[in-house]
Antibody, heavy 126, light 108 residues
Framework: QLQLHESGPGLVKPSDTLFLSCTVSGGSISTSDYYWGWIRQPRGKGPEWIGNFDYSGRTFYNPSLKSRVTISVDTSQSNFSLRVTSVTAADTAVYYC??????????????????WGQGTLVTVSS | EIVMTQSPATLSVSPGERVTLSCRASQSVNSNLAWYQQKPGQAPRLLIHGASTRATGIPARFSGSGSGTEFTLTISSLQSEDFAVYYCEQYHNWPPYTFGQGTKLEIK
């Protein structure tokens, strides 16, 4: 079955760049049916969507993070990555890679993030 | 950005009880709303999408209703494994997708 797995350093220094990878198994990230992306969740708070990409490589970002975030994809390796620059303590969170259905051309649909990785805790501290 | 507001923040209930959680959107999201369950140390799990459609493998005791700006998640008879935090999320108007702050179900 489809599995997503995050990897990367658990500790990042303030002002440095955070880099995480997500490896997908049991499915293709090249499908036009789904977006793939990242969500983070600070301890004790609700999830925060970071960004997505589609099968063509087009990316979408949360406006609140857009200036600091880049999502890249390596289709041949079935993985994608997240880069967040100039991190501060506010970037400390569990980071998840996720999948979301692509909406139809019009109308409502059964969306939502239907697959999540297990999450990886990233702490920003000197 | 659409703001999602959940109430109450915490709900104390007994196993076997029926419980209803609320979620309000700051503007209409039609039926483009999902509910998630999160247990400690785990990723959120999709329960309901399209406001009322159960996701794959979700028990029938979970049901969702509503459209526009007002939504509810009902658990018909609470089981011990249902004590968790529940989040709503809108995917109608994005970016960004936005989540509520959560409702924690705790054992009375």
């Amino acid at each position: 079955q489809l599995q997503l797995h995050e990897s990367g350093p658990g500790l990042v220094k303030p002002s440095d760049t955070l880099f995480l990878s997500c490896t997908v198994s049991g499915g293709s990230i090249s499908t036009s049916d789904y977006y793939w992306g990242w969500i983070r969740q600070p301890r004790g708070k609700g999830p925060e969507w970071i960004g997505n990409f589609d099968y063509s490589g087009r990316t979408f970002y949360n406006p609140s993070l857009k200036s600091r975030v880049t999502i890249s994809v390596d289709t041949s390796q079935s993985n994608f990555s997240l880069r967040v620059t100039s991190v501060t303590a506010a970037d400390t969170a569990v980071y998840y890679c996720v999948r979301h259905a692509v909406p139809p051309d019009y109308g409502d649909y059964d969306g939502g993030f239907d697959h999540w990785g297990q999450g990886t805790l990233v702490t920003v501290s000197s | 950005e659409i703001v999602m507001t959940q109430s109450p923040a915490t709900l104390s209930v007994s196993p076997g009880e029926r419980v209803t959680l609320s979620c309000r959107a700051s503007q209409s999201v039609n039926s483009n709303l999902a509910w998630y369950q999160q247990k400690p140390g785990q990723a959120p799990r999709l329960l309901i999408h399209g406001a009322s459609t159960r996701a794959t493998g979700i028990p029938a005791r979970f049901s969702g209703s509503g459209s526009g700006t007002e939504f509810t998640l009902t658990i018909s008879s609470l089981q011990s494994e249902d004590f968790a935090v529940y989040y709503c999320e809108q995917y109608h108007n994005w970016p960004p997708y936005t989540f509520g702050q959560g409702t924690k179900l705790e054992i009375k």
